[in-house]
C-alpha cells in the first residue's frame, strides 16, 4: 500500500531554515516528515531532478471577484490559477460587491474555497462597514471568523481620523492593517504615471506624488498608535526611502511589491494598451530600480501579484474608461525569474523568501506556512527553472486574460503544486 | 495622372503610410510632402478650381465621438471635392452608450464598404487603436489631449504660406498646453521644420517637463512676446479640466489674452493664429482676431487643403499596402 510520497533529488529551498540542497523530502499525513530518506518502496515517488522544491508560494494581494464580479473571476477560476502559479495559499481582498465585512461574508469565501478544493485561501475584511470609509466595520466579528487583516484596497480611507481608529482597534486581534495609500484627489481622474510620457501622450498624469503622501501618512499613523501596517503595492522610490527610514525607526511596517512594479516601466503606455493600466500605475526607471533594491535590502518584506483579473469587454475599451488592474499569479514566479534572477539582481532563495516565506510572517499564518520544517503543512511547489513557455490566453486559468506579458515568452514555471500533502496541480 | 488636376504630379514615392495617426511619428520628408500637396489643392481653390474627381468611388465616414462642427464639416468638403463621397456616422459621446465597443462599431462601418474612417475621439490612442483593426484608412481628427495632425499640418501651411520657411523662425504656443492636442501636433511638426517652439501659459498648464520634448516653457506672455514671429493661440478647454487651473477667466484673460497693446508691443509682422473655436475676448480679443495680423480664415481655407492631401495621400498609400 502507498503511504506518503516522496519528492526525489530536487534543490531543496527552504529559506525559513536556510536551506539550499539537493535531498529528497518526505511527506505523510499532508504533513513534511523528513528530508534525506531513501525509498522503502511504500511512498509514491516523484523525480524532482533539475528542479526546484519550495514551500508553496503566498500571495497577499489577490482580487477574487467573487461575490458580484464572477464575470471577471470566481474563487473557483482564480484559485486554479493560484495553482497553475505556484501558489498554494492566498490572500483574497474584500473590495467585492457586497464588500467582504462580515462574518456570513467571510464564511462563504470560505465555503466556496473549500468546495473549489484547489489551494488554500485567507481572508482580508473591510476596513470600514461597506468599504465606504466612513464607520469601522465589525472587525472583532471578521477576526473570529478567521481574517488575516483588514483592508479597503482598491481606494484608501481619506478620513485620518477612522484610520486611526482602527489601527487602535485592530490591536486587540494583533492583525495588520494592510493599506492601499492613494490619494484620490491627486489622482484626479490620471490614466498612468505623471511625467513625459504621460505629457507626449496625452494621457491624464498620476503623480508619485498622490502614493507617497498617504504613504507617509500611514507611516505616521502607525508610528504614534503603534498599530501594526502592512503597504501594499508600494511602486515610488519615495516610497521605499519612507519604508527604510520607518523601519529604522522602529515602525511596525511591512510592505509589499508587485511583480509589475519590479519589471515594467511608463514608456510601454505608448502602445495605448489597456493591459498596461493599473494602480498605482507603472512608475519610472528609476523607481523600478528603487524597488528593486528596496526588496533585496528588506526594506520590501514581500512580492504580492495584486491579480486584477477584468473581463475582456470592461478592460477592452478606451483606456480612459478601462478599469485599473491585471492578473498576475499565474506569470509571477516566471517575470521575476526571467527579469531579476536571470539577469543577475537576484538568486532563487531570495525569491522564495518574498514570495512564500516572508508572506507567511507579515499575516502571522497558522499551521506553518511558508516553511518546510519538519512538521510543517506540504505545501509544497516544484519549480523548473529552466522550462520556457510563452504566455497564452488558452494557457491561463484565470477567467480573465488581462497580462501585459500575453505573447511574451518567459522562462521558469511551476511544474506541480502540493497543498496539505495532495497534489493539486502537476504539468 | 489627373485631368483635372495636373499639378498634383504623381503619386509620391515616398509616401507610404495608409493611415495618419499623429505628426510624432512622420518624417520631414513626410511632412514635406503633405504640406506641398495641400498647397497644391490650395492654389487650386484660390483659382476658383473646387471640384476633382481624383477620388472617384472612395468613400469616407467621420466617425466622431466628440463635438465638433468645422473640423467634421471639413473633412466632409474635402472629400466631396475630391469625388468622394462622405457620410457622417453619429456617435454618442461614449462608444458603450449602446452597449458596442468602438472596434466593433468600426468593424460594422467597414463592413458597409468605406476606404477611410475619419475619427475623433476623447481617449488618446483610440485612432492607433482602430488602425490595428481595420483595413481601412483611418485619420485622426483628434484623440483627447494626444494629436490633432490636420490642425497641425493647416497651422504650419499658413505659417509657411506667410512666413516662408519656418527654419530658425520662433512659435509661441499659448495657453492650456496640458489639455492641447493641437500644442503637441504643432510640437512635433513645427520642431521637423527647424522652428523654435515656446510653449506658454499658467504655470498650471504648462510643465517644465515640455523641455524634454526639445521645446522652451514659459508662464510669461509678456517675455516672450518680443521674441516670437508668431503666436498660435489655443482655446481654453474647459470640457478636459476637472480642477480649475486658474482662478478665473477674467485672470486668465490679464495673464493670457492677446490684445491690442500686447500686439503693439510684439514684434511688428508678427502672425496670430488660433485653432479655433475662439472664446472671444478670452484668449483673443476682437481687435486682434479681427485684424490684419490675423490668419484665422485663412486657417479654415487651409484646413479644407490639407484634409484634401491627407485623404488623396492615405488613399494611394492604402491601396498600395492592400494591393487593390
Given at each position: 500500500?502507498?503511504?506518503?510520497i516522496?519528492?526525489?533529488?530536487?534543490?531543496?529551498?527552504?529559506?525559513?531554515?536556510?536551506?539550499?540542497?539537493?535531498?529528497?523530502?518526505?511527506?505523510?499525513?499532508?504533513?513534511?516528515?523528513?528530508?534525506g530518506?531513501?525509498?522503502?518502496?511504500?511512498?509514491r515517488?516523484?523525480?524532482?531532478?533539475?528542479?526546484?522544491?519550495?514551500p508553496?508560494?503566498?500571495d497577499?494581494?489577490?482580487?477574487?471577484r467573487?461575490?458580484?464580479?464572477?464575470e471577471?473571476?470566481t474563487i473557483?477560476?482564480?484559485t486554479?490559477?493560484?495553482?497553475?502559479?505556484?501558489y498554494?495559499?492566498i490572500c483574497?481582498?474584500p473590495?467585492?460587491n457586497?464588500p467582504?465585512?462580515?462574518?456570513?461574508?467571510?464564511?462563504?469565501?470560505q465555503?466556496?474555497?473549500?468546495?473549489?478544493?484547489?489551494?488554500?485561501v485567507?481572508?482580508?475584511?473591510?476596513?470600514?462597514?461597506?468599504?465606504?470609509?466612513?464607520?469601522?466595520?465589525?472587525?472583532?466579528?471578521?477576526?473570529?471568523?478567521?481574517?488575516?487583516g483588514?483592508?479597503?484596497?482598491?481606494?484608501?480611507?481619506?478620513?485620518?481620523?477612522?484610520l486611526?481608529?482602527?489601527?487602535e482597534?485592530?490591536?486587540?486581534?494583533?492583525?495588520?492593517?494592510?493599506?492601499h495609500?492613494?490619494?484620490?484627489?491627486?489622482?484626479?481622474?490620471?490614466?498612468?504615471?505623471?511625467?513625459?510620457v504621460?505629457?507626449?501622450l496625452?494621457?491624464?498624469?498620476?503623480?508619485?506624488?498622490?502614493e507617497d503622501?498617504?504613504?507617509?501618512?500611514?507611516i505616521?499613523?502607525?508610528e504614534?498608535?503603534?498599530?501594526?501596517l502592512?503597504?501594499?503595492?508600494?511602486?515610488?522610490?519615495?516610497?521605499?526611502?519612507?519604508i527604510r527610514?520607518?523601519?529604522k525607526n522602529?515602525?511596525?511596517?511591512?510592505?509589499?511589491v508587485?511583480?509589475h512594479?519590479?519589471?515594467?516601466?511608463?514608456?510601454l503606455?505608448?502602445?495605448?494598451?489597456?493591459?498596461?493600466?493599473?494602480?498605482?500605475p507603472?512608475?519610472?526607471?528609476?523607481?523600478?530600480?528603487?524597488?528593486?533594491?528596496g526588496?533585496?535590502?528588506?526594506?520590501?518584506?514581500?512580492?504580492?501579484?495584486?491579480?486584477?483579473?477584468?473581463?475582456?469587454?470592461?478592460k477592452?475599451r478606451?483606456?480612459?474608461?478601462?478599469?485599473?488592474?491585471?492578473?498576475?499569479?499565474?506569470?509571477?514566479?516566471?517575470?521575476?525569474?526571467?527579469?531579476?534572477?536571470l539577469?543577475?539582481?537576484?538568486?532563487?532563495?531570495q525569491?522564495?523568501?518574498?514570495?512564500a516565506?516572508?508572506?507567511?510572517?507579515?499575516i502571522?499564518?497558522?499551521?506553518?506556512?511558508?516553511?518546510?520544517?519538519?512538521?510543517?503543512?506540504?505545501?509544497?511547489?516544484l519549480?523548473?527553472?529552466?522550462l520556457?513557455?510563452?504566455?497564452t490566453?488558452?494557457?491561463?486559468?484565470?477567467?480573465?486574460?488581462?497580462?501585459p506579458?500575453l505573447?511574451?515568452?518567459l522562462?521558469g514555471?511551476?511544474?506541480?503544486?502540493?497543498?496539505?500533502?495532495?497534489?493539486?496541480?502537476?504539468? | 495622372m489627373?485631368n483635372?488636376?495636373?499639378?498634383?504630379?504623381?503619386?509620391?514615392?515616398?509616401w507610404?503610410?495608409k493611415?495618419?495617426?499623429?505628426?510624432?511619428?512622420?518624417?520631414?520628408?513626410e511632412?514635406?510632402?503633405?504640406?506641398d500637396?495641400?498647397?497644391?489643392?490650395?492654389?487650386?481653390?484660390?483659382?476658383?478650381?473646387?471640384?476633382?474627381?481624383?477620388?472617384p468611388?472612395?468613400?469616407?465616414?467621420?466617425?466622431?465621438?466628440?463635438?465638433?462642427?468645422?473640423?467634421?464639416t471639413?473633412?466632409?468638403?474635402?472629400?466631396?471635392?475630391l469625388?468622394a463621397s462622405?457620410?457622417?456616422?453619429?456617435a454618442?459621446?461614449?462608444?458603450?452608450?449602446k452597449?458596442?465597443?468602438?472596434?466593433?462599431?468600426?468593424?460594422?462601418l467597414?463592413?458597409?464598404g468605406?476606404?477611410s474612417m475619419v475619427?475623433?475621439?476623447?481617449?488618446?490612442?483610440?485612432?492607433k487603436?482602430?488602425?490595428?483593426?481595420?483595413?481601412?484608412?483611418?485619420?485622426?481628427?483628434?484623440?483627447?489631449?494626444?494629436?490633432?495632425?490636420?490642425q497641425?499640418?493647416?497651422d504650419?501651411l499658413?505659417m509657411?504660406?506667410r512666413?516662408?520657411?519656418?527654419e530658425?523662425?520662433?512659435?509661441?504656443?499659448?495657453?492650456?498646453?496640458?489639455?492641447?492636442?493641437?500644442a503637441?501636433?504643432?510640437?512635433?511638426?513645427?520642431?521637423?521644420?527647424?522652428?523654435?517652439?515656446?510653449?506658454?501659459?499658467?504655470?498650471?498648464?504648462?510643465?517644465?517637463?515640455?523641455?524634454?520634448?526639445?521645446?522652451?516653457y514659459?508662464?510669461?506672455?509678456d517675455k516672450?512676446?518680443?521674441?516670437?514671429?508668431?503666436?498660435?493661440?489655443?482655446r481654453?478647454?474647459?470640457?478636459?479640466?476637472?480642477?480649475?487651473?486658474?482662478?478665473?477667466?477674467r485672470?486668465?484673460?490679464?495673464?493670457?489674452?492677446?490684445?491690442?497693446?500686447?500686439?503693439?508691443?510684439?514684434?511688428?509682422?508678427?502672425?496670430?493664429?488660433?485653432?479655433?473655436p475662439?472664446n472671444?475676448?478670452v484668449?483673443l480679443t476682437?481687435?486682434?482676431?479681427d485684424?490684419p495680423?490675423?490668419?484665422?480664415?485663412?486657417?479654415?481655407?487651409?484646413?479644407?487643403a490639407?484634409?484634401?492631401?491627407?485623404?488623396?495621400?492615405?488613399d494611394?498609400?492604402?491601396?498600395?499596402t492592400?494591393?487593390e
Amino acid at each position: 500500500m502507498i503511504q506518503g510520497i516522496l519528492i526525489k533529488n530536487g534543490r531543496v529551498i527552504d529559506p525559513s531554515q536556510n536551506m539550499d540542497c539537493v535531498t529528497n523530502v518526505l511527506i505523510e499525513n499532508g504533513r513534511i516528515t523528513g528530508f534525506g530518506m531513501q525509498p522503502t518502496g511504500r511512498e509514491r515517488e516523484i523525480d524532482a531532478t533539475g528542479k526546484i522544491v519550495a514551500p508553496g508560494l503566498i500571495d497577499l494581494h489577490t482580487h477574487l471577484r467573487e461575490p458580484g464580479f464572477e464575470e471577471s473571476e470566481t474563487i473557483f477560476t482564480g484559485t486554479d490559477a493560484a495553482l497553475n502559479g505556484g501558489y498554494t495559499s492566498i490572500c483574497c481582498v474584500p473590495n467585492t460587491n457586497p464588500p467582504i465585512d462580515t462574518q456570513a461574508d467571510v464564511e462563504f469565501i470560505q465555503d466556496q474555497a473549500a468546495r473549489a478544493d484547489h489551494c488554500n485561501v485567507y481572508v482580508i475584511g473591510c476596513i470600514s462597514k461597506n468599504r465606504e470609509g466612513k464607520e469601522l466595520s465589525e472587525m472583532g466579528y471578521l477576526a473570529r471568523a478567521g481574517v488575516i487583516g483588514f483592508s479597503d484596497d482598491g481606494s484608501d480611507i481619506e478620513n485620518a481620523e477612522l484610520l486611526r481608529r482602527a489601527f487602535e482597534y485592530v490591536q486587540m486581534f494583533n492583525l495588520p492593517i494592510m493599506c492601499h495609500t492613494e490619494d484620490s484627489n491627486l489622482t484626479n481622474r490620471g490614466v498612468m504615471n505623471e511625467g513625459i510620457v504621460a505629457t507626449r501622450l496625452g494621457l491624464r498624469g498620476i503623480p508619485s506624488l498622490a502614493e507617497d503622501v498617504m504613504t507617509a501618512r500611514a507611516i505616521m499613523l502607525a508610528e504614534y498608535t503603534h498599530g501594526k501596517l502592512h503597504l501594499m503595492h508600494i511602486s515610488t522610490s519615495k516610497g521605499v526611502q519612507l519604508i527604510r527610514e520607518a523601519k529604522k525607526n522602529g515602525v511596525n511596517v511591512t510592505a509589499e511589491v508587485t511583480p509589475h512594479h519590479l519589471t515594467l516601466t511608463e514608456d510601454l503606455l505608448e502602445s495605448f494598451d489597456s493591459n498596461l493600466k493599473m494602480a498605482p500605475p507603472l512608475r519610472t526607471r528609476a523607481d523600478v530600480d528603487a524597488c528593486i533594491e528596496g526588496l533585496l535590502d528588506g526594506t520590501l518584506d514581500c512580492v504580492s501579484t495584486d491579480h486584477a483579473p477584468h473581463s475582456a469587454e470592461k478592460k477592452q475599451r478606451e483606456i480612459d474608461l478601462a478599469p485599473f488592474g491585471i492578473v498576475g499569479l499565474e506569470t509571477s514566479l516566471a517575470v521575476l525569474n526571467t527579469e531579476l534572477i536571470l539577469k543577475g539582481r537576484m538568486t532563487w532563495p531570495q525569491l522564495i523568501e518574498k514570495m512564500a516565506t516572508n508572506p507567511a510572517k507579515i499575516i502571522n499564518l497558522p499551521d506553518g506556512k511558508g516553511t518546510l520544517q519538519v512538521g510543517a503543512d506540504a505545501d509544497i511547489v516544484l519549480i523548473d527553472p529552466d522550462l520556457k513557455w510563452t504566455v497564452t490566453e488558452s494557457e491561463m486559468r484565470s477567467r480573465s486574460k488581462n497580462s501585459p506579458w500575453l505573447g511574451q515568452e518567459l522562462t521558469g514555471r511551476a511544474v506541480m503544486v502540493l497543498v496539505n500533502g495532495r497534489i493539486r496541480m502537476k504539468r | 495622372m489627373f485631368n483635372d488636376l495636373p499639378e498634383l504630379g504623381e503619386f509620391p514615392a515616398a509616401w507610404k503610410r495608409k493611415h495618419l495617426l499623429g505628426l510624432e511619428d512622420l518624417t520631414r520628408e513626410e511632412l514635406l510632402i503633405l504640406l506641398d500637396k495641400a498647397q497644391v489643392f490650395r492654389d487650386a481653390f484660390d483659382q476658383g478650381r473646387r471640384k476633382f474627381s481624383i477620388l472617384p468611388g472612395h468613400t469616407s465616414v467621420t466617425l466622431f465621438f466628440e463635438n465638433s462642427t468645422r473640423t467634421r464639416t471639413s473633412f466632409s468638403l474635402a472629400a466631396q471635392r475630391l469625388g468622394a463621397s462622405c457620410v457622417a456616422f453619429a456617435a454618442s459621446t461614449s462608444s458603450l452608450s449602446k452597449g458596442e465597443s468602438i472596434v466593433d462599431t468600426a468593424k460594422n462601418l467597414e463592413a458597409m464598404g468605406c476606404e477611410s474612417m475619419v475619427v475623433r475621439h476623447s481617449t488618446p490612442g483610440i485612432p492607433k487603436l482602430l488602425s490595428e483593426n481595420v483595413h481601412c484608412s483611418i485619420i485622426n481628427a483628434g484623440d483627447g489631449a494626444h494629436e490633432h495632425p490636420t490642425q497641425g499640418l493647416l497651422d504650419i501651411l499658413t505659417m509657411r504660406q506667410r512666413l516662408g520657411s519656418l527654419e530658425g523662425k520662433t512659435v509661441g504656443v499659448v495657453g492650456d498646453i496640458a489639455h492641447s492636442r493641437v500644442a503637441r501636433s504643432n510640437v512635433w511638426g513645427l520642431k521637423k521644420l527647424g522652428a523654435n517652439v515656446i510653449v506658454c501659459g499658467p504655470s498650471t498648464l504648462v510643465s517644465p517637463r515640455w523641455e524634454e520634448m526639445g521645446v522652451e516653457y514659459s508662464h510669461s506672455l509678456d517675455k516672450i512676446l518680443t521674441r516670437v514671429d508668431v503666436l498660435n493661440m489655443l482655446r481654453i478647454q474647459f470640457e478636459r479640466q476637472y480642477t480649475s487651473p486658474f482662478p478665473s477667466i477674467r485672470e486668465y484673460s490679464l495673464l493670457f489674452g492677446m490684445d491690442g497693446d500686447r500686439l503693439r508691443r510684439a514684434k511688428p509682422d508678427l502672425l496670430v493664429i488660433a485653432p479655433g473655436p475662439i472664446n472671444r475676448g478670452v484668449e483673443l480679443t476682437p481687435e486682434v482676431a479681427d485684424g490684419p495680423q490675423s490668419a484665422i480664415l485663412d486657417q479654415v481655407s487651409n484646413g479644407l487643403a490639407v484634409r484634401m492631401a491627407v485623404l488623396w495621400l492615405t488613399d494611394g498609400a492604402r491601396k498600395l499596402t492592400n494591393n487593390e
